[in-house]
Each structure stands twice: as structure tokens, then as C-alpha cells.
């Protein structure tokens, strides 16, 4: 099973800051294969990358995705009131389809 | 506009069973792999099942393998989810997931439905 460790466990900043969230596999992900997702409190996760660059539809582009191999990175570039929620990095490679734990963006 | 309807979800004791159902809209769903995911409360996603368009591959967690049971009515743009033997560390939100449209990016899920919460307790 790859193991997806994400870090921070929360990070804090302020509205217009850049946030820079990472998810490290424990094997090689093929770049096709990384997605993440937002989730906010009670609601369902939503998708904002797949294939760890492309963005999924309606994503606005402060949202960008990077990295390969067991390095990926979640950018978002000027944080927003709505910006601030729970994400979630998943490989999709291969079964079993593995999630990170989360990083927690809070206002700080 | 893509929509998944999860029911079926409520408190059972540990040893019982629970049949989740998601109905599907917005979409051809007899096209689509669909999966099972889970949430325990406070926790991170977990990835539960999968099964393919034609339902000619499954997979399973190995935390519910054995015990849980996929299947889909094409006919009835319908997704299940049969739990038997369920435990304490089954309790948690599941969700009824459509795996995304781009084939090349393997099993990440475009589309969630609001999920439904199953609680396994005495």
C-alpha cells in the first residue's frame, strides 16, 4: 500500500497569503495518477486537481498542482475566505486508492 | 448537473448488516466505474470499493474484504453498497463516488454524493 503523508498538519495564515501544502508518497507516483481535493466542515470533498497539474472544472487558478515521483505540491496562490477548509492529496494509481491524512488551512 | 444519492444509511449493532444505495443522475452511468468511500468522524477519506462500468472488476480494502459486497443496476442508474458483518471501526460517513472522465488519470473521483452516516454501535 503507498502511503500518502501530508504536511502540515495545519497551517496558518492570513487572507492573500500563499498557502503551500505537501503530500509525500511512500512509492513513485506516476504524475498522471495524484488528485486533490477541498472539504469543508460537513460537506462532501470536492475535486481541485487530477493528474497533480491539471485543475479540475470551475477551480479558479490560484489553485495549482506540482511535483513527481513522491513529491507533490498543492499551491494556492492568494488565500480567499473560502479558501480556508481541510485538503486531501489521493493517489489513483492503484488499488487500494490511498488518501493523505489532511492538511487543515485555518485563519490565523 | 451530476447528482448521487446516498440512503440507507443508520445505527445497526455490531455483527449486523446495512445495504447502502446511491442513485445516480446527470450522467450516463452505465459509462462510469463508480467506488464506496468512508469517513470516520474527525479522520481521514478512505477508499472502500470500486466496481467498473460493466461491473467485470471489483476491488475491495482489505479492511472490508470478506465482509462487504459491491454492485451497480445499469437499468436503474443505481450503486450498492452490502455490509455484513460490521464493526465498530466501521462506523463513519460513506459516500457514493463517480470516478473521473479522463481515463489516463486513473481513479480520482470528480463527483461525491452528500453521504450518508452509519453507525455501528451497541
Known amino acids: 500500500e503507498n502511503v500518502l503523508t501530508q504536511s502540515p498538519g495545519t497551517l496558518s495564515l492570513s487572507p492573500g497569503q500563499r498557502a503551500t501544502l505537501s503530500c509525500r508518497a511512500s512509492q513513485s507516483v506516476s504524475s498522471s495518477y495524484l488528485a486533490w481535493y477541498q472539504q469543508k466542515p460537513g460537506q462532501a470533498p470536492r475535486l481541485l486537481i487530477y493528474?497533480?497539474?491539471s485543475r479540475a472544472t470551475g477551480i479558479p487558478d490560484r489553485f495549482s498542482g506540482s511535483g513527481s515521483g513522491t513529491d507533490f505540491t498543492l499551491t494556492i496562490s492568494r488565500l480567499e475566505p473560502e479558501d480556508f477548509a481541510v485538503y486531501f492529496c489521493?493517489?489513483?494509481?492503484?488499488?487500494?486508492?490511498?488518501f493523505g491524512q489532511g492538511t487543515k488551512v485555518e485563519i490565523k | 448537473e451530476v447528482q448521487l444519492v446516498e440512503s440507507g444509511g443508520g445505527l445497526v449493532q455490531p455483527g449486523g448488516s446495512l445495504r447502502l444505495s446511491c442513485v445516480a443522475s446527470?450522467?450516463?452511468?452505465?459509462?462510469?466505474?463508480m467506488n464506496w468511500l468512508r469517513q470516520a468522524p474527525g479522520k481521514a477519506l478512505e477508499w472502500v470499493s470500486f466496481i467498473t462500468s460493466s461491473s467485470s472488476s471489483i476491488y475491495y480494502a482489505d479492511s472490508v474484504k470478506g465482509r462487504f459486497t459491491i454492485s451497480r443496476d445499469n437499468a436503474k442508474n443505481s450503486l450498492y453498497l452490502q455490509m455484513n458483518s460490521l464493526r465498530d471501526d466501521d462506523t463513519a460517513v460513506y459516500y457514493c463516488?463517480?470516478?473521473?472522465?479522463?481515463?489516463?488519470?486513473?481513479?480520482?473521483?470528480?463527483?461525491w454524493g452528500q453521504g450518508t452516516l452509519v453507525t455501528v454501535s451497541s
Open positions: 446527470g450522467f450516463t452511468f452505465s459509462s462510469y466505474s
Open positions: 489521493q493517489q489513483c494509481g492503484s488499488s487500494p486508492w490511498t
Open positions: 463516488a463517480k470516478k473521473g472522465v479522463v481515463a489516463a488519470a486513473g481513479n480520482y473521483i470528480d463527483y
Open positions: 493528474a497533480a497539474s
